[in-house]
């Protein structure tokens, strides 16, 4: 199976709340992030959480992990239509190389 | 502004020919990173560098070769031996001492 596991599609209304889900299969991973991607452009870092963490918040941006369960998640909070893109999870497997492992991304449509 | 600048954005390319696209940074990054993403795919790691005149194989290095003779620059040649080259192709750089990893803004290679 894939390293990274994530929905390929998701639908939200504009203003209400969207939450990606990611699952990774190595335990030693140490960062987890979040990428935007827009179309036909290169990959936005949103954001990231150490593995020790469970939790971080970052405006409207809300990062969930479960370690025990390899669960990552993204709450965009109040979400806009300019919010539509491609998200991806990437997790570093514990590398200190800087190398990541990207899931398949998840596509957010925004409806007004 | 400090960032890393992919060129050309589009390119097409004939079967048999050999083509290089370009990465340049200026984040004064000890790392480089060249992905390709596929449609409806994550990225998969084509080659990398950690410092100047050393480089490894990334998961699909097969029909592609790169240099680092500077710290700042990073080509990419994608040659006649990759079978299926038409692609989107992402640089990204990362300073060894810290977590976080930045992209260009890809370039797309077209065979025809």
């Known amino acids: 199976g894939e390293d990274v596991e994530q929905s390929l599609f998701l639908s939200v209304r504009e203003g209400d709340s969207s939450v990606i889900n990611c699952t990774y299969t190595d335990s030693s991973s140490t960062y987890l992030y979040w990428y935007k991607q827009e179309p036909g452009a290169g990959l936005q870092l949103l954001t990231y959480?150490?593995?020790?963490?469970d939790m971080k918040q970052d405006q409207r941006l809300t990062v969930l992990l479960n370690k025990k369960d390899k669960h990552l998640s993204l709450r965009i909070a109040d979400t806009q239509t300019g919010d539509s893109a491609i998200y991806f999870c990437?997790?570093?497997?514990?590398?200190?190389?800087?190398?990541?492992?990207f899931g398949r991304g998840t596509q957010l449509t925004v409806w007004p | 502004d400090g960032g890393i600048t992919q060129s050309p954005k589009y390119l097409f390319r004939k079967e048999g020919q050999n083509v290089t696209l370009s990465c340049e940074q200026n984040?004064?990054?000890?790392?480089m990173y060249w992905y390709r993403q596929d449609p409806g795919q994550g990225l998969r790691l084509i080659y990398y560098?950690?410092?100047?005149?050393?480089?490894q194989k990334g998961d699909i290095a097969e029909g592609y070769s790169v240099s680092r003779e500077k710290k700042e620059s990073f080509p990419l040649t994608v040659t006649s031996a990759q079978k299926n080259p038409t692609a989107f192709y992402l640089c990204?750089?990362?300073?060894?001492?810290?977590?976080?990893?930045?992209f260009g803004e890809g370039s797309w290679l077209t065979v025809v």
């Open positions: 990437a997790s570093d497997r514990g590398s200190t190389l800087g190398r990541l492992y």
């Open positions: 560098s950690q410092i100047v005149n050393d480089f």
């Open positions: 984040l004064n990054h000890d790392a």
């Open positions: 990204a750089s990362h300073r060894s001492t810290g977590n976080t990893i930045y």
């Open positions: 959480i150490f593995s020790n963490m």
